[in-house]
């Protein structure tokens, strides 16, 4: 069954401090895997996308890596701010018969002064 | 440039009821899709849209429809709401439809289903 799986569930960081964010899949085959930010009451907001071929995107104080053969990623965040205070939802597609949006449950991030 | 418009922002319908959500895309993207954001299970694709056409369903019951007109804008349905249908509705739009694995998906703010 494809599924995505994230770590941790939620996550309580100070400001200035860095944290990493955990993403496990098992879709394949694979296409490309997204990291999007949901503010409280918003829609998603895209970070990153990231195809078979690439190890590592950044996106300003983001960035994302991919492990295609561990089928794992993570996004690290560097010197946090509060407003990077929400949910993070990784995203996998798949290519073929598996080609739809499989989302993990997100993390829920909170950032403290 | 105007984002993605999704009307109405807030409903409360009762069980057996229907309702109609409508999604106005980015101007020049061709590719709707529209998902279901419930605290239980997270996001999930409902279905896409490209120049008109259904690409990819998610696994979802018949009761949820959905369609795109020839100006990109799009709708869907869900008829005979049950209590567990109450979630936010996201539509997406892009230039290609998300499944394709390229280009960027933009997020509209959503319609927040209530059924009761």
């Known amino acids: 069954k494809n599924q995505v799986e994230q770590s941790p569930q939620s996550l309580i960081i100070l400001e200035g401090k860095n944290c990493t964010l955990q993403?496990?899949?098992?879709?394949?085959?694979?296409?490309?895997l997204r990291w999007y930010k949901q503010d409280t009451g918003r829609g998603p907001v895209s970070l990153t996308i990231m195809t078979f071929s690439e190890n590592t995107k950044s996106n300003g104080r983001y960035t994302a890596t991919l492990d295609a053969d561990t089928k794992q990623s993570s996004l690290h965040i560097t010197a946090s701010q509060l407003s990077d205070s929400a949910s993070y939802i990784c995203?996998?597609?798949?290519?073929?018969?598996?080609?739809?949006?499989?989302f993990g449950t997100g993390t829920l991030l909170a950032v403290q002064p | 440039k105007a984002g993605v418009t999704q009307t109405p922002r807030y409903l409360i319908k009762t069980r057996g009821q229907q309702v109609t959500l409508s999604c106005s895309p980015i101007s020049g993207h061709r590719s709707v899709s529209w998902y279901q954001q419930t605290p239980g299970q997270g996001l999930q694709f409902l279905f896409e849209?490209?120049?008109?056409?259904?690409?990819n369903k998610g696994n979802f019951p018949g009761r949820f429809s959905g369609r795109q007109f020839s100006n990109s804008r799009s709708e869907m349905n869900v008829s005979t709401l049950e209590l567990g249908d109450s979630a936010l509705y996201l539509c997406a739009s892009s230039f290609s439809p998300p499944t394709s694995g390229r280009g960027e998906l933009f997020f509209g703010e959503g319609s927040r289903l209530t059924v009761l």
């Open positions: 993403c496990n899949y098992t879709v394949s085959p694979f296409s490309n």
């Open positions: 849209y490209f120049s008109e056409t259904q690409r």
């Open positions: 995203v996998v597609s798949g290519e073929g018969a598996t080609n739809k949006l499989i």
